[in-house]
């Protein structure tokens, strides 16, 4: 079941009452059973939560987002206990090997140049070199083959858009806010994903800051950024706004939605996310090499 994504930007008070998320506002009240919302996304000041309701929204697996003054959010919860044998998958991910955690992070490299080449390659209507470049990447990627296609691309990014004289920044100008806030929403739901295959956020196969709770969430989460970049290309030629507000909110929101594909299937991305994850957790058991990454087009 594809999961609701609920974006709250009014006063507002979120209650709980039969399994039921009661929401008030001086607009209206809706009531929304809680096993099917996936993300919650609070960007008001003046929105009360109860700890009932946010209990019962961790324990379902729904991942709550708050958004700060600057409307990009700024930080989640997550169930902790989502997964039957969280002591062991953890054991199995603290004690992974170097050169385990190096192997996944080539894969996830390598699956990350391939799809911005061919989305620079559907932008552009030319061919490229991100295919080479793909296939330089080295165990633990020790040639920062990520930093050279990053810079070959963001230069061909923009070229055929209504915004040409971009820089990648991530405390940039428009549209870094557009991208800012959807990677801030692909990264939750990646968190949310690992989370519920039992995986722990804060330990990173390439991430490592001390100051990160969400390292896996940022290395899982990488070779599905095009994902973003696409629907931001597509709003800044199709919108003459450079704020960020509902209507753009709920066009970046609907990459929740967006279908993947398997080898053998397809799935909306909170799904896939959802095998990439437990293929992820295989990997730190030993039951498979590769993590399944799904190709972002058919």
């Known amino acids: 079941m594809i999961k609701k994504t609920i974006l709250l930007e009014n006063k507002a008070s979120i209650t709980t009452k039969n399994l039921q998320l009661l ?52 930080g989640m919860f997550l169930n902790l206990n989502s997964h039957h044998i969280q002591q062991e998958i ?22 990350k140049i391939t799809n911005q080449g061919i989305l620079l390659e559907k932008i552009t209507g030319e061919k490229n070199s991100f295919d080479f470049i ?40 428009y ?15 990646t968190a949310r994903a690992l989370s519920g295959s039992g995986l722990l956020n804060t330990l990173g196969i390439h991430h490592k800051s001390k100051y990160n709770a969400f390292a896996l969430a940022d290395d899982i989460m990488e070779p599905f950024r095009p994902m973003v970049d696409e629907k931001v290309f597509e709003i800044i030629n199709q919108y003459d706004e450079e704020e960020l507000n509902t209507k753009l909110k709920a066009e970046l929101l609907q990459i ?12 909306p991305m909170m799904v896939g996310l959802q095998k990439t994850a437990s293929s992820l957790q295989q990997c730190f058991t030993g039951e498979r090499k590769k993590i399944k990454y799904p190709k972002l087009w058919n």
């Open 256 to 267: 929740l939605t967006r279908t993947l594909y398997f080898e053998d299937e397809k799935s």
């Open 175 to 189: 549209p870094n806010n557009f991208l800012n806030y959807g990677y801030a929403i692909l990264r939750a739901a």
């Open 90 to 111: 953890f054991k199995n991910q603290i004690e992974a090997s170097v050169p385990l955690k190096k192997q996944l992070w080539q894969q996830t490299i390598i699956e």
């Open 23 to 74: 929401i008030k506002s001086e607009i209206r009240e809706s009531s929304i059973p809680i096993e099917e919302i996936g993300f919650l996304v609070i960007d008001h000041p003046e929105i009360f939560l109860s700890m009932p309701a946010m209990n019962l929204l961790v324990e379902n697996n729904t991942s709550v987002i708050i958004c700060g003054k600057n409307h990009l959010p700024n």
């Open 134 to 173: 793909a296939s330089k990447v080295l165990s633990g990627d020790t040639s920062n083959m990520e930093a050279t296609a990053a810079n070959i691309y963001w230069k061909a990014f923009f070229e055929n858009s209504t915004f040409k004289k971009f820089k990648r920044e991530r405390f940039g100008d």
